[in-house]
């Protein structure tokens, strides 16, 4: 199983990004997935989740202004970041759901 996340960068307070995470290994197109985020010293945030039939679902944090997606023919999932706050910044992760698999995560900082 691999999994690798792109996209991240800086951005200004209301700014947007959108990140990527790219899978092989494992059956995409039947598989659940997840973002989430992590603040250096702080625990693990999930952000969002999106199952096989297209389900989406999003933490209260972000709800309004990201949108997962995906595409199963690129095995690839996105997350399209909107409005973008500094409370956004961490490094941002993509998962199999329900699996030990993880990305190496991409830095998302939005500062002015």
């Known amino acids: 199983v691999q999994l690798v996340e792109s996209g991240g960068g800086l951005v200004q307070p209301g700014g947007s990004l959108r990140l990527s995470c790219a899978a092989s290994g494992f059956t995409f197109s039947s598989s659940a997935m997840s973002w989430a985020r992590q603040v250096p010293g702080k625990g693990l945030e999930w952000v969002s989740g999106i199952y096989s039939v297209g389900n989406t679902y999003y933490a209260d944090t972000v709800k309004g202004r990201f949108t997962i997606s995906r595409d199963n023919a690129k095995h690839t999932m996105y997350l399209q970041m909107n409005s973008l706050k500094p409370e956004d910044t961490a490094i941002y992760y993509c998962?199999?759901?329900?699996?030990?698999?993880w990305g190496q995560g991409t830095q998302v900082t939005v500062s002015s």
């Open positions: 998962s199999k759901k329900g699996s030990p698999y």
